[in-house]
């Protein structure tokens, strides 16, 4: 962490106070001060909103990084006085140069070649050949889509998010996930509409478009980019769930899906990640498991997933006491290893 923040922090830290100097001559010091503080307030807010909304899911990290060094050294070449200073400066001579050389021979092509199959290592299974089929740096996270071959031949597909394995189409994986579907149908009269919190692989999805009963499905994720790379995780053969009619897609959180839709649900099923992952504990509370049940029509189930093997005992206590507090008939089930289920009804 020093090698990488410390040179930058200490270098921003002695810019700032160099242009409040620049600043004073010719000014009061508080209209100085109001100056810098205003122009540094506005270049962190509007900085913020065009790398995570521009930059990133637009050029990516690596061509970002070199865009922004770019525009640095374009801004200092045409600031006024810059060029006659250049010339009686050899320090600022050498550090402009610098700036040159290395915006010229800027590394490209480093992520794809080494970072990306860095953070792929942890993912390859013994001897089985892996392909990258789809990268994308998102809003939300970095997405991989990786094919684990057999002789030539795809086995299955695995997501990657933020370097964490998300899920994948694996034999055992595909009949668990289903079983978020298959279950509840097996035990509910009947299902008329479904909710998915969650999207994944789409091997729930695909369990809800093959039960025929089911009228509508909404599918709710909080990444486009997910939605919309979904068919690279379509084994060959089968159809996209995405593209059954009666699929309506809604890029939004979860939670506040939950507290806007006026619909009510015969089925929700939600398999979010594990709640250590940034910002998703929020899907594994006592308040969202009472969302979910307030959007439940009468004798309405909710499917909901539990990753014991992603949480210590008392995490995996506290998530099933909270739903059995909203769900007073819940009941848990083994779907695949240490991956569980938790099912709730609306008084079936």
């Not at 479904?194 to 729930?204: D, E, K, P």
């Not at 084994?235 to 619909?263: K, M, Y």
């Not at 990753?307 to 206590?317: A, E, I, N, T, Y």
């Amino acid at each position: 962490s020093a090698a990488l923040i410390l040179p930058a922090a200490a270098a921003s830290g002695a810019l700032f106070t160099c242009i409040g100097a620049a600043l004073i001559r010719n000014r009061t010091a508080s209209l100085a001060t109001g100056l810098l503080t205003l122009a540094n307030t506005l270049g962190a807010m509007i900085g913020a909103m065009v790398a995570g909304f521009v930059l990133l899911p637009v050029l990516g990290m690596e061509r970002s990084f070199w865009s922004i060094a770019l525009a640095y050294l374009v801004a200092a070449l045409v600031s006024p006085g810059f060029l006659p200073l250049l010339k009686r400066s050899r320090g600022l001579l050498l550090a402009t140069v610098t700036g040159v050389l290395f915006t010229a021979f800027f590394p490209h092509g480093l992520m794809a070649s080494t970072y990306i199959r860095g953070a792929l290592r942890a993912f390859i299974v013994g001897s089985m050949e892996t392909r990258v089929t789809g990268f994308r740096e998102g809003l939300t996270e970095t997405i991989t889509y990786v094919d684990a071959l057999q002789d030539g031949e795809t086995v299955y597909t695995r997501l990657i998010t933020n370097s964490f394995s998300m899920s994948g189409t694996t034999f055992a994986g595909r009949r668990y996930m289903e079983a978020f579907v298959f279950l509840p149908v097996a035990i509910h009269p009947q299902v008329k509409r479904a909710l998915l919190i969650s999207y994944g692989v789409g091997s729930t999805a695909r369990a809800l478009t093959e039960t025929k009963e089911i009228e509508r499905i909404d599918i709710v994720d909080i990444s486009k980019d997910i939605l919309e790379m979904a068919s690279l995780a379509v084994p060959q053969g089968e159809s996209a769930p995405l593209r059954d009619p009666r699929v309506v897609t809604h890029i939004e959180d979860g939670r506040f899906f939950l507290q806007t839709a006026r619909e009510g649900y015969d089925l929700i099923t939600s398999e979010p990640p594990p709640p250590h992952l940034g910002g998703v504990v929020n899907l594994y509370t006592r308040q969202y498991f009472d969302l979910m049940k307030r959007r439940l029509n009468r004798g309405g189930i909710v499917s909901y997933w539990l990753p014991v093997h992603s949480l210590s005992d008392d995490d995996s206590r506290a998530i099933t006491s909270a739903f059995c507090a909203v769900f007073a008939d819940c009941t848990l089930w083994k779907g695949m290893n240490l991956d569980w289920i938790l099912i709730g009804t609306n008084g079936l």
